[in-house]
């Protein structure tokens, strides 16, 4: 059974920095584009970053260009999103998504599969 869990989440003041991980059980992540996804309380879903499959083009929403970092490890399946200078407006739950595709295409609707999701809340 295909899944994509995440970790890593919790509380962390503004200004702070959080590393989410997310294994994928199942299935070999390699072949895909790997992204991140939030949804802020309020908003709709917003793309925070995708990785090509070898990870040789990345992307980042304006919102967390610059502070976040994206990578991965195919040899361990995993995915990370490294966040830095954290702002309120991050807080939101985060989602490992797998893409269709072996490149990111910027669309939500290119990412077939979803983990659960991880808790990340930015407050003083």
Request: aromatic share 8%; proline share 3%; with cysteine.
């Amino acid at each position: 059974q295909l899944q994509l869990v995440e970790s890593g989440g919790g509380l962390v003041q503004p200004g702070g920095s959080l590393r989410l991980s997310c294994v994928g059980s199942g299935f070999h992540l390699g072949p895909y584009a790997m992204g991140w996804v939030r949804q802020a309380p309020g908003r709709e879903r917003e793309e925070v970053s995708c990785i090509s499959r070898n990870g040789g083009s990345t992307r980042y929403a304006d919102s967390v260009n610059g502070r976040f970092t994206i990578s991965r490890d195919n040899a361990k399946n995993m995915v990370y999103l490294q966040m830095s200078s954290l702002k309120p407006d991050d807080t939101g739950i985060y989602y490992c998504v797998r893409g269709m595709d072996v490149s990111c295409s910027g669309s939500l609707s290119r990412y077939a599969d979803w983990g659960q999701g991880t808790q990340v809340t930015v407050s003083s």
